[in-house]
């Protein structure tokens, strides 16, 4: 028999319907998931978005207010899709009242913020995921897979980007994600998130780094209405950007390895140009989240003049098997999404935790926030040991 969960979606942009449809479309590529999702409630604050929502995605109720959805004993589990600055109030209110969390990075504004989630989920005994939707790709947990068993030898160094045009339009809206009280940290939290968790996952714990950031485009006209995504803007008084567009930054992993992770939001030319390149003392392997189910891979003992290959991974590989029959068929990008609702289901069923977790996120904050030192005070920082 299959249980049905309440779920409701707080904040509604992009992210939130993401949310929504990986909601809808689960069951459909794990018919074996003990939980059905039902889509109770919408929670969005801009005028007329929720009543829109429910009325395109079929949620119960729609409403304005958050608290609401804490109130609510329908509600079982919470997606959290709110702007940054939102993420520790709700996270928190909705753990204590027993709500389960799939909320997005980076999980509030600091490290603090993180940890004050975490808390409050372990002390509810709640499940908790979080949306490092990058690890997911069968290819990424391929290429994991292949470095953890010794497949490339012992791994060197490893470079990281996540280049992006998203906020290179110098008519870019001055939105939240460009302020620190609301945004905290610019491309740190929203695209160096990912790639601090990318090294984590692939490579180990991080021992310590410097950082270098910088602001390309310092000022933004302010938007004169409710915005969505990277919306441009026209007519409103301009404001300054407070926060960083870009980051480079030179990693020491406790294994001794080496990386460069870069990040930059305001990339012309650059379209979710996001992947990695690992090498190793006999091979190396790539990945480019544009060629989402692609690996470069070298292997073997020649060492010079190596030949590279493309592998495409297949049913054997992550959860590829539940979305194609065969190697080489797509996946994209909401493929990604669908296989963490099923991991935070999944963690719901069973009642231990599937895919990333609150202290994935707790530990890509550290590392933030020891990027934001290092670029402060130009020194290397070290992380503490997990």
Known sequence: MVDALGVAVVGFGWMGRVHTQAYARVRHHYPQLPLRPELVTVAEEVPGRAEEAADRFGFARATRDWR???ADPRVQAVSITA???LHREIGVAMAEAGKHLWIEKPVGLTGEDARAVADAVA??????????NYRNAPAVEAARELIASGGIGTVTHVRIRLFSDYAAHPDSALTWRYERERGGSGVLGDLASHGADLARFLLGEIASLTADTAIFVPERARPT?????????SGGAPGPVENEDYVSCLLRFASGARGVLEACRVSVGEQNNYGFEVH?????VSWDFRRLNELAVSRGTAYQDQP?????????????AAFQPGAANAMGYDDLKVIE????LRSVAEGRPYGTTLADAVHSAAVLDA???????????SLPAS
């Open 371 to 381: 990027m934001a030192l290092s670029a402060e005070s130009g020194a290397w920082v």
């Open 280 to 284: 190793g003392t006999k091979g190396a």
């Open 341 to 344: 609702a099923y991991r935070f």
């Open 68 to 70: 609401e959805v804490a």
């Open 308 to 320: 590279v290959s493309t592998v495409y991974v297949g049913p054997g590989d992550g959860e590829f």
């Open 225 to 233: 209405g409710a915005t969505a995504g990277h919306a441009l803007a």
């Open 123 to 132: 002390k509810a005994g709640v499940q908790g995921t979080v949306g490092f």
């Open 83 to 85: 702007p940054n600055f």
